[in-house]
Nanobody
Framework: QMQLVESGGGLVQAGGSLRLSCAAS????????MGWFRQAPGKQRELVAA???????NYADSVKGRFTISRDNAKNTVYLQMNLLKPEDTAVYFC?????????????????WGQGTQVTVSS
């Protein structure tokens, strides 16, 4: 089993920054594919950023150049640095993990999920 706990969400003005953290326990994040997803009201959950067990990253087109996913193996924590935030980034952000494969980009490929943290960007 693996537990994921997100933190760092909040209310920020457009153009501002937030850093989300995902603290993991039960499994080592360095052996997992990790992802950040978001879900806005009335919309499907979508991938924002992912990092493979080998350290490669990929991003949704809508956040490229603004968001950065990273991993601190010593703290067993994954981060999502979000800059130049826009009102359309408003959503609940979820951390996810799987150790069944080195790369994962779809919700059904992930086995473990955090409870989510709300990010609200005001215009």
């Amino acid at each position: 089993q693996m537990q994921l706990v997100e933190s760092g969400g909040g209310l920020v003005q457009a153009g501002g920054s937030l850093r989300l953290s995902c603290a993991a326990s039960g499994r080592y994040v360095g052996n997992c594919a990790m992802g950040w997803f978001r879900q806005a009201p009335g919309k499907q959950r979508e991938l924002v950023a992912a990092i493979t067990s080998g350290g490669s990253t990929n991003y949704a087109d809508s956040v490229k150049g603004r968001f950065t996913i990273s991993r601190d193996n010593a703290k067993n924590t994954v981060y999502l640095q979000m800059n130049l935030l826009k009102p359309e980034d408003t959503a609940v952000y979820f951390c996810a993990a799987t150790n069944r494969r080195p790369i994962a980009t779809m919700t059904e490929e992930y086995d473990y999920w955090g409870q989510g943290t709300q990010v609200t960007v005001s215009s």
